[in-house]
């Protein structure tokens, strides 16, 4: 449960902190960053890419990396699908913002930055396994 927690405010964190500097690109220097509350359970479900991590951990880090970025496009199409049936839309709906989207849920050229979160996950999965012991 701690892991999902952490996994859950890390996420929420990370969002905020892309959100704030793509915003600079927009010109607001303010560096507003946004997220959504229901964020943090889809972040917290990266405790089940733990037990994923420790199965392919051996294989090529292009393999692991093409695994990661086709459990997170699953995770982020899903689970917005899943809120445009209980709320009537999803928060990000991509289809504003790109002509490069599969309906909405997840945007294709965010492949590279998934690619690397989830390499980066590997070791944040370790440092939380060997210096955080609470499960």
């Known amino acids: 449960m701690i892991h999902f927690i952490i996994y859950g405010l890390s996420g929420l964190l990370l969002e905020i902190l ?39 951990r ?5 393999i692991r990396g093409f695994i990661w970025v086709f459990l997170i496009y699953l ?15 999803c928060p990000w709906d ?7 989207t599969f309906f909405g849920y997840i945007r294709l050229d965010y492949f590279p930055a998934w690619f690397v979160v989830g390499l980066i996950f590997e070791r944040y999965h370790d440092f939380l396994d060997n210096k955080i012991m609470i499960k």
């Not at 010109?27 to 994923?52: Q, R």
């Not at 051996?58 to 292009?62: I, K, M, Q, V």
């Not at 991509?94 to 490069?100: E, G, Q, R």
């Open 18 to 56: 892309w959100t704030g500097l793509s915003s600079l690109i927009s010109g607001d220097f303010a560096l507003t960053g946004h997220t959504y509350i229901w964020m943090f359970f889809i972040y917290g479900l990266a405790i089940f890419f733990e037990s994923i991590h420790d199965k392919i």
């Open 58 to 62: 051996r294989y090529n880090f292009l």
């Open 75 to 89: 995770i982020e199409f899903t689970s917005g699908f899943i809120l445009d049936i209980l709320i009537g839309y």
């Open 94 to 100: 991509y289809k504003k913002s790109t002509s490069l």
